[in-house]
């Protein structure tokens, strides 16, 4: 998941025992949380009717709806290729399209301007929009759909707020944040949902790991950051809307499925400010991480489920830790290696603080994602990293898992 401190919280893309549990609860639209929808390789299931339908019969079927909400996975290609599509069937069938992004703050918005606009080069606009900085995912998985944005002149929007404002809220509560912080917040955040906030656990809950510790308050707290970059997101994205949509407009957001299940996430906060209509389609591997089929789905998961391919490992590398900054340093400290990752392989630790990567400084998080953007599967890489007041070298050898 997410290389940021937050990706630990806010758990987008549930896998493995939790997912099978997140697919099927029973909360979200009361019409539909009754039952199940078939899901099928290559078909969009209507989980109003259950019919399976085509990309060109689900554009149709959007066409009330002012914001179309499409769920993702970050590292999976099969996902982005379905929200290509859709943007492509929308355009197709003579909608004006605008683009919301989870990955940037809304302080990025100029350069998002200036890429469509087609004002910026690939390297111009990955260096000046900051995105290895902002988000860390590799470039190409979401090349395409920038790049058909710009060939269709479609506008793109930063719908986040900077990442250390909802690392405040978790940490110290909304009604604690100073005023330039609070500047940066939604005029209202709904952290009442206690659907929501089952979902949010049953997303974290595996029964190991940091979370199976936490006490009430902790949790309550991680939902809170988790609403408040929800209601961000919606906030921000009406706002686009409004001001730059017009008759017939359609905002498609972009964004980590976690926030779209259920309706429960952003769909939910955006009530607070549209009346409109709002679907949501989210892409479902129709295998899960033990290779065992998974068939049905709850109908109020959301309104289009897109049966996909499961991809065992990304497309590109990644060492599989999570860091945030080091006290009193902008350098990168280890708090979390994933088990069988590349990371675990290499001998990473809990505490490690990165110091170089290849010879490179790695002075803050930009710098070790760009590094790593830079290594294809089968590459090596050589980290220092300060232990217990000492300097370690690690040897890291970027290598799937064999199905």
Same mark, same amino acid.
């Given at each position: 998941?997410?290389?940021?401190?937050?990706?630990?919280?806010?758990?987008?893309?549930?896998?493995?025992?939790?997912?099978e549990?997140?697919?099927?609860?029973?909360?979200?639209?009361?019409?539909?949380?009754?039952? =199940?929808?078939?899901?099928?390789?290559?078909?969009?299931? $209507? &989980?109003? !009717?259950? %019919? +399976?339908?085509?990309?060109?019969?689900?554009?149709?079927?959007?066409?009330?709806?002012?914001?179309?909400?499409?769920?993702?996975?970050?590292?999976?290609?099969?996902?982005?290729?379905?929200?290509?599509?859709?943007?492509?069937?929308?355009?197709?069938?003579?909608?004006?399209?605008?683009?919301?992004?989870?990955?940037?703050?809304?302080?990025?918005?100029?350069?998002?301007?200036?890429?469509?606009?087609?004002?910026?080069?690939?390297?111009?606009?990955?260096?000046?929009?900051?995105?290895?900085?902002?988000?860390?995912?590799?470039?190409?998985?979401?090349?395409?759909?920038?790049?058909?944005?710009?060939?269709?002149?479609?506008?793109?929007?930063?719908?986040?707020?900077?990442?250390?404002?909802?690392?405040?809220?978790?940490?110290?509560g909304?009604?604690?944040?100073?005023? =330039?912080?609070?500047?940066?917040?939604?005029?209202?955040? $709904? &952290?009442? !949902?206690? %659907? +929501?906030?089952?979902?949010?656990?049953?997303?974290?809950?595996?029964?190991?790991?940091?979370?199976?510790?936490?006490?009430?308050?902790?949790?309550?707290?991680?939902?809170?950051?988790?609403?408040?970059?929800?209601?961000?997101?919606?906030?921000?994205?009406?706002?686009?809307?409004?001001?730059?949509?017009?008759?017939?407009?359609?905002?498609?957001?972009?964004?980590?499925?976690?926030?779209?299940?259920?309706?429960?996430?952003?769909?939910?906060?955006?009530?607070?400010?549209?009346?409109g209509?709002i679907?949501?389609?989210?892409?479902?591997?129709?295998?899960?991480?033990?290779?065992?089929?998974?068939e049905?789905?709850r109908?109020?998961?959301?309104?289009?489920?897109?049966?996909?391919?499961?991809?065992?490992?990304?497309?590109?590398?990644?060492?599989?830790?999570?860091?945030?900054?080091?006290?009193?340093?902008?350098?990168?400290?280890?708090?979390?290696?994933?088990?069988?990752?590349?990371?675990q392989?290499?001998?990473?630790?809990?505490g490690?603080?990165?110091?170089?990567?290849?010879?490179?400084p790695?002075?803050?998080?930009?710098?070790?994602?760009?590094?790593?953007?830079?290594?294809?599967?089968?590459?090596?890489?050589?980290?220092?990293?300060?232990?217990?007041?000492?300097?370690?070298?690690?040897?890291?050898?970027?290598?799937?898992?064999?199905?």
């Open positions: 998941m997410c290389r940021m401190m937050l990706a630990l919280i806010l758990l987008l893309c549930p896998l493995g025992t939790a997912q549990r997140v697919l099927h609860l029973e909360i979200g639209d009361p019409v539909r949380r009754g039952r =199940e929808v078939p899901l099928v390789l290559d078909a969009v299931t $209507d &989980s109003a !009717s259950g %019919e +399976h339908i085509s990309p060109a019969e689900l554009a149709r079927r959007l066409g009330r709806a002012g914001i179309v909400v499409v769920g993702e996975s970050h590292t999976s290609m099969e996902f982005h290729a379905v929200q290509l599509r859709i943007l492509e069937e929308l355009q197709r069938a003579g909608r004006k399209v605008l683009v919301g992004l989870e990955m940037f703050p809304y302080t990025e918005q100029p350069h998002l301007d200036n890429w469509t606009r087609g004002l910026l080069t690939e390297k111009g606009f990955i260096e000046l929009s900051r995105w290895y900085g902002n988000w860390g995912y590799h470039w190409n998985y979401y090349r395409d759909i920038f790049l058909f944005a710009r060939e269709k002149h479609i506008p793109m929007f930063a719908l986040n707020v900077p990442r250390e404002i909802v690392s405040a809220v978790r940490k110290k909304v009604q604690n944040l100073t005023p =330039e912080e609070a500047a940066h917040m939604p005029p209202k955040i $709904d &952290s009442d !949902s206690e %659907e +929501h906030f089952a979902l949010f656990r049953a997303m974290l809950e595996s029964g190991e790991g940091m979370h199976s510790s936490m006490d009430a308050a902790q949790w309550r707290a991680m939902f809170d950051a988790q609403c408040t970059w929800d209601a961000a997101m919606a906030h921000n994205a009406v706002r686009a809307l409004r001001e730059h949509g017009g008759e017939g407009a359609v905002m498609v957001v972009l964004i980590g499925s976690g926030h779209a299940a259920y309706g429960l996430g952003i769909q939910r906060q955006a009530r607070q400010w549209y009346d209509a679907a949501s389609v989210i892409p479902i591997p129709v295998r899960d991480d033990r290779n065992r089929p998974v049905t789905v109908a109020s998961y959301a309104d289009f489920v897109w049966g996909i391919l499961p991809e065992k490992n990304p497309l590109y590398p990644d060492l599989g830790i999570a860091t945030t900054e080091a006290p009193g340093s902008k350098r990168r400290q280890v708090i979390s290696v994933a088990k069988e990752s590349v990371g392989q290499a001998g990473f630790a809990t490690d603080i990165l110091v170089s990567m290849d010879g490179i790695v002075t803050d998080r930009e710098t070790l994602n760009r590094l790593i953007s830079e290594k294809r599967w089968g590459d090596g890489a050589q980290f220092v990293v300060e232990r217990g007041g000492r300097q370690v070298t690690l040897q890291a050898s970027f290598r799937r898992r064999a199905p």
